[in-house]
């Protein structure tokens, strides 16, 4: 994934979305321009970091809408609202929504700037932290279903004896397979694994049962 960042400007007033991207090329920004919400929709999103610098009020799909469209599609953008007509329940529901900031036209260059700034800046950490998440989910998936169990098990604190007894197996095969998921999951600690664990929302699971994240991935 390349790590150059694009700020996709969506506002249906030809003359505000020149001004904008002559002002973000200047900048140095990478910039994808769009008329209406629907055809930001069609188009093909770059890879990479970025945001969206969004007109409130369009014709067809609003601004706010299709905040709340992006929210629900499991991969959400850092939006900077901009508009002529703003009003308190709307800039309310814009931040309420996660928007970095709500900018009355006319607007200052330098905030605006520094609006996507902090907006890059966010949805690159969301990116980093979406890519870690799923290489723990991937690793965690390469355990055994018994690894699973004890995986599950020790992270609440129970001793190895404890987890044999559980699981009805002795505690040298505890250790063995304690070793491998630690190794597995590139823990280097106790603490390692506990903060995984809470980050793949596990739970103690019982002989028999196995455990997996919440978003239904199978257990390998």
């Known amino acids: 994934m390349t ?25 140095g920004y990478r910039v994808e321009s769009f008329d209406s919400a629907e055809a930001f929709l069609e188009g093909e999103r770059l890879p990479g970091p970025g945001c969206l610098v969004l007109d409130v009020r369009m014709s067809g799909m609003t601004g706010l809408q299709l905040q709340r469209r992006l929210r629900v599609s499991g991969r959400p ?9 703003g009003d308190v329940p709307m800039s309310v529901a814009a931040m309420k929504g996660g928007a970095v900031d709500f900018l009355l036209k006319p607007f200052d260059d330098e905030a605006l700037l520094g609006a996507i700034d902090r907006a890059i800046t966010r949805d690159r950490n969301w990116l980093k932290e979406r890519q870690e998440l799923d290489g723990l989910r991937s690793r965690y998936d390469r355990l055994t279903p018994r690894q699973q169990q004890v995986f ?11 987890v044999a007894a559980q699981l009805g197996t002795s505690e040298k095969t505890i250790k063995v397979h304690r070793a ?13 694994l506990v903060r995984q664990a809470e980050r ?3 739970h103690p699971v019982s002989n028999g049962a196995g455990s997996g994240p919440p978003d239904g991935t199978k257990v390998q």
């Open 200 to 202: 793949l929302q596990l």
């Open 3 to 27: 790590d150059e960042a694009t700020v996709f400007v969506v506002d249906d007033d030809p003359s505000v979305r020149r001004s904008v991207v002559r002002l973000l090329k200047t900048a």
């Open 77 to 85: 953008m850092a939006v900077v609202f901009i508009t002529g007509h």
């Open 152 to 162: 599950s098990l020790v992270v609440t604190g129970l001793l190895n004896k404890q």
């Open 180 to 192: 491998r998921v630690m190794a597995t999951m590139r823990a280097g600690s106790l603490a390692d």
